[in-house]
């Protein structure tokens, strides 16, 4: 009886299961990105590199990169990732010297983040990945014809 009842629920189900609404991916909130915030940092004082991004608020997050050697700046960015009103979410950049462009969020889960812009001249891809006190940021693309990336290894800094 029990066998016939098991099989009876697996007919059931079998037949019911393409009804069934499937889960929706959900799209990721700014929220969801709110453990990139706060300072990290790669070096001493008189060679660094650091990114400082502020919590997620309204339709942002705010952030700079700041890069030292030698006690002289060498770069410095302006970021911000921006919420749409249609849910994507874009990585905006104002490096030093260049012209502002924008990456859009195309992987997303609870540890990376993986922006891009195929027509962007280098880089085409901006990473984010996480590990407990640990980021690590990494642009690639092509350049030249030829693929390559950077990485920026950081560490969990005091937000001075």
Same mark, same amino acid.
């Given at each position: 009886?029990?066998? !016939?009842?098991?099989?009876?629920?697996?007919?059931?189900?079998?037949?019911?299961?393409? #009804?069934?609404?499937?889960?929706?991916? &959900? &799209?990721?909130?700014? +929220?969801?990105?709110?453990?990139?915030? /706060? *300072?990290?940092?790669? /070096?001493?004082?008189? @060679?660094?590199?650091?990114?400082?991004?502020? &919590?997620?608020?309204?339709?942002?997050?705010?952030?700079? $990169?700041?890069?030292?050697?030698?006690?002289?700046?060498?770069?410095?960015?302006?970021?911000?990732? =921006?919420? =749409? &009103? +249609?849910? @994507?979410?874009?990585?905006?950049?104002?490096?030093?010297? =260049?012209?502002?462009?924008?990456?859009?969020?195309? %992987? #997303?889960?609870?540890?990376?983040?993986? #922006?891009? +812009?195929? %027509?962007?001249?280098?880089?085409?891809?901006? !990473?984010?990945?996480?590990?407990?006190?640990?980021? #690590?940021?990494? !642009?690639?693309?092509? $350049?030249? /014809? %030829?693929?390559? /990336?950077?990485?920026?290894?950081?560490?969990?800094?005091? *937000?001075?």
């Amino acid at each position: 009886m029990r066998r !016939i009842f098991i099989l009876l629920l697996f007919a059931l189900l079998a037949l019911f299961l393409p #009804f069934i609404p499937k889960a929706q991916n &959900k &799209k990721p909130t700014l +929220n969801d990105l709110r453990w990139l915030s /706060g *300072c990290w940092a790669n /070096g001493g004082t008189s @060679d660094r590199y650091e990114e400082h991004w502020i &919590k997620p608020a309204g339709t942002s997050v705010l952030g700079i $990169s700041h890069t030292v050697a030698n006690d002289t700046t060498l770069a410095f960015e302006f970021l911000r990732i =921006q919420q =749409q &009103k +249609n849910g @994507d979410i874009y990585y905006v950049a104002d490096p030093s010297g =260049q012209a502002q462009d924008s990456f859009k969020l195309v %992987k #997303f889960n609870a540890a990376e983040l993986v #922006f891009e +812009n195929p %027509k962007h001249d280098f880089p085409q891809r901006i !990473i984010y990945r996480r590990k407990g006190d640990s980021l #690590f940021a990494r !642009i690639e693309g092509k $350049s030249s /014809g %030829k693929e390559h /990336g950077i990485d920026f290894p950081m560490k969990r800094a005091k *937000c001075d």
